[in-house]
T-cell receptor, first 113, second 112 residues
Framework: ETGVTQSPTHLIKTRGQQVTLRCSSQ?????VSWYQQALGQGPQFIFQ???????GRGNFPPRFSGLQFPNYSSELNVNALELDDSALYLC????????????FGPGTRLLVL | QKEVEQNSGPLSVPEGAIASLNCTYS??????FFWYRQYSGKSPELIMS????GDKEDGRFTAQLNKASQYVSLLIRDSQPSDSATYLC????????????FGKGTKLTVNP
């Protein structure tokens, strides 16, 4: 157990809908990174938040957006869902930009029909 | 383009053998390297981190890093059926955001 929690665990949506995924970071961690893992692939970096500010973004369209709250929990929002958005969404927390070890939560499995 | 490459496997070894997992990376200035284990349907779990050339041992696991060859490996000694999982190599590129770049993973099966 890493202390990183995510909700919900599973989600089914239809194409065009919007979804919000949530993550609570490990105690003492102020940095949250989001990754998308398609079946049979390694995780792909979506973006990272450090002290409520976005600190880098991967090659994902603007319909993927995020937020970090003062308690360092975070949300990932995806608008206009597409079939290819079906994946495991992983949240990872770390204790600051200089601390490189990232610990993953259990993930949210999203299925878009 | 920054890439991390791994043999997708599957890699099959008998119980008690040494499993050797390999990873190459393209960003020559990368400084931090990680091995994660991922059981089917679960999230990645950190096994080892390595930052300097050479070997780093932790129990049955040994990570090896050769920056000149842009190569990192993971050895699992006395492999157990519970080691059966997908092993992900991750690299932190120099500069930019603190993202990790992952390979596709190598699926390891340890046969009793």
């Amino acid at each position: 157990e890493t202390g990183v929690t995510q909700s919900p665990t599973h989600l089914i949506k239809t194409r065009g809908q919007q979804v919000t995924l949530r993550c609570s970071s490990q105690s003492g961690h102020n940095t949250v990174s989001w990754y998308q893992q398609a079946l049979g692939q390694g995780p792909q970096f979506i973006f990272q938040y450090y002290r409520e500010e976005e600190n880098g973004r991967g090659n994902f369209p603007p319909r993927f957006s995020g937020l970090q709250f003062p308690n360092y929990s975070s949300e990932l929002n995806v608008n206009a869902l597409e079939l290819d958005d079906s994946a495991l969404y992983l949240c990872a927390s770390s204790s600051g930009l200089a601390m490189e070890t990232q610990y993953f939560g259990p993930g949210t499995r999203l299925l878009v029909l | 383009q920054k890439e991390v490459e791994q043999n997708s496997g599957p890699l099959s070894v008998p119980e008690g053998a040494i499993a050797s997992l390999n990873c190459t990376y393209s960003d020559r200035v990368s400084q931090s390297f990680f091995w994660y284990r991922q059981y089917s349907g679960k999230s990645p779990e950190l096994i080892m981190s390595i930052y300097s050339n050479g070997d780093k041992e932790d129990g049955r696991f040994t990570a090896q890093l050769n920056k000149a060859s842009q190569y990192v490996s993971l050895l699992i000694r006395d492999s157990q059926p519970s080691d059966s999982a997908t092993y992900l190599c991750a690299v932190k590129p120099q500069g930019g955001s603190e993202k990790l770049v992952f390979g596709k993973g190598t699926k390891l099966t340890v046969n009793p």
